[in-house]
């Protein structure tokens, strides 16, 4: 598997179309589960009785959310996506004087992937990337470091690097929120 298409940040509307849940969030701090961050898991409502195979959503947060604590990550963690997406979601937190580019966070955001992915009732072939700002430069570096695992990758105002590196390097289309052109580029495999 590797990341076939990016996508503008449209990829929340496809996910969270259907019915209404209410998600259940579990708050998960450094060394808790041989994490080196923090992190929040939230799975539908329905999670513990039902028998679904979800899809599984990274969402990273800007500049300014950085810390061990959980506080001040914004982003998704709002109501919409609690009671709107049926889907299964890890939002990291990024470390105090860090950024998602740095080798140190991506391979512990993707430590925390590989095991809550491992532990959860997720769907392989549709794991998805998404961050805004500082997490979007992050999301297509997790998508240049580890392309076998995304589906797709929706950066909200975050680039891949110099002359659109990423994508020419994997050979890859890719769109993402901040410049003019909106139009999604729909994934094939969601």
Request: aromatic share 8%.
């Amino acid at each position: 598997m590797s990341v076939k298409k990016f996508v503008s940040p449209f990829l929340a509307a496809m996910l969270c179309a259907g019915t209404t849940v209410a998600n259940v969030e579990t708050k998960v701090m450094i060394g808790e589960r041989g994490n080196k961050i923090a992190y929040v898991v939230s799975v539908p409502d329905d999670y513990e009785t039902s028998k679904k195979v979800y899809p599984f959503l990274i969402h990273l947060h800007g500049h300014g959310g950085q810390g061990s604590d959980l506080k001040g990550m914004g982003g998704p963690l709002g109501s919409y996506w609690r009671e709107n997406c049926e889907l299964v979601a890890i939002f990291p937190q990024c470390l105090k004087g860090l950024t998602w580019w740095h080798p140190e966070m991506l391979d512990a955001m993707m430590a925390v992937v590989q095991r809550e992915g491992k532990k959860l009732r997720v769907d392989p072939d549709r794991v998805y990337i998404t961050g805004q700002s500082m997490g979007g430069y992050g999301s297509y570096n997790m998508a240049m470091r580890f392309p076998d695992v995304f589906a797709a990758v929706a950066p909200i105002s975050g680039a891949s690097g110099g002359s659109g590196s990423l994508a020419a390097s994997a050979g890859i289309a890719r769109r993402g929120a901040g410049s003019l052109d909106f139009r999604s580029v729909i994934v094939s495999r969601m």
